[in-house]
């Protein structure tokens, strides 16, 4: 079955750096879209990163405003793993970070997340 496990969260002081991971199982990972999402408490969820699913030469990476510049999206197909390096993190970066396959199909999936708290 599907399985995206993040892992790489925690505390950090602001401007400080972590590299969450999003290791997937049970997909063909290199035929996914794949997407960064966070929720920070009391607030709705906010797309973070996408990256798509073509071969490197013309893979596609996109992100929010508010990260862009700070945080990078990247992906290891032969590892099915999915990255996201986040520097010069900012207390409002404090929420649970959320991998998701296909995040604008029906067939999404979503990771349970992982939480990074800036502070």
């Not at 596609?60 to 793993?81: C, L, M, Q, W």
Request: proline share 3%; hydrophobic share 35%; net charge positive.
């Amino acid at each position: 079955h599907v399985q995206l496990v993040e892992s790489g969260g925690g505390l950090v002081q602001p401007g400080g750096s972590l590299r969450l991971s999003c290791a997937a199982s049970g997909i063909t990972f290199s035929r996914h879209d794949m997407s960064w999402v966070r929720q920070a408490p009391g607030k709705e969820v906010e797309w973070v990163a996408g990256i798509t699913s073509l071969p490197s030469l013309f893979r596609a990476a996109s992100y929010a405003d508010s990260v862009k510049g700070r945080f990078t999206i990247s992906r290891d197909n032969a590892k099915n793993t999915l990255y996201l390096q986040m520097n010069n993190l900012k207390p409002e970066d404090t929420a649970v970070y959320r991998c998701v396959r296909d995040l604008a199909s029906l067939y999404a999936y979503w990771g349970q997340g992982t939480q990074v708290t800036v502070s």
